[in-house]
């Protein structure tokens, strides 16, 4: 009976890394678009290490901003919380709803850059 127990405290902490691990920004492999609750298109294909890498972003204020009172906070970070905590998925309550949000930093990024994808299907991939 003990041996069993012990596989059975192996097998849960096993799980809790696994799932910790899954929510980790640096492994993240897609955008997670779970929050919708009829997604349109497929979940956005991103490997955060991979595109900060090549964009050669050190900085994670540059895409995880941080606004209060509507301005700007210089060298803050909101990468702690979800993009969902501010960006409301019907866009209610002053900011630009999630899927616009989403939209507007990467997209006016890539284009700003002149680099990464910016048409739908480049990063909806099925």
């Given amino acids: 009976m003990t041996g069993f127990r012990i596989v059975c405290i192996i097998g849960v902490w096993v799980l809790v ?3 910790a691990q899954s929510f980790s920004q640096e492994e993240m492999r897609v955008v997670d678009n779970a929050v ?3 997604p349109v298109r ?5 490997d955060h290490d991979k595109h900060n890498e090549n964009a050669g972003l050190e900085d994670c204020a540059v895409c995880h901003h941080l606004y209060v009172d509507g301005k ?4 803050e970070s909101s990468e702690d919380q979800a993009c969902a905590a501010c960006h409301r998925i019907d866009g209610s309550g002053g900011n630009p709803s999630l899927r616009r949000a989403f939209h507007l930093n990467c997209k006016q990024c890539h284009l700003r850059e002149g680099a990464g994808p910016i048409m739908c299907a480049q990063c909806h991939r099925p």
């Fill in 17 to 19: 890394l696994s799932v």
């Fill in 36 to 38: 919708f609750e009829r």
């Fill in 42 to 46: 497929a979940p956005s294909i991103f």
């Fill in 72 to 75: 700007l906070i210089a060298d």
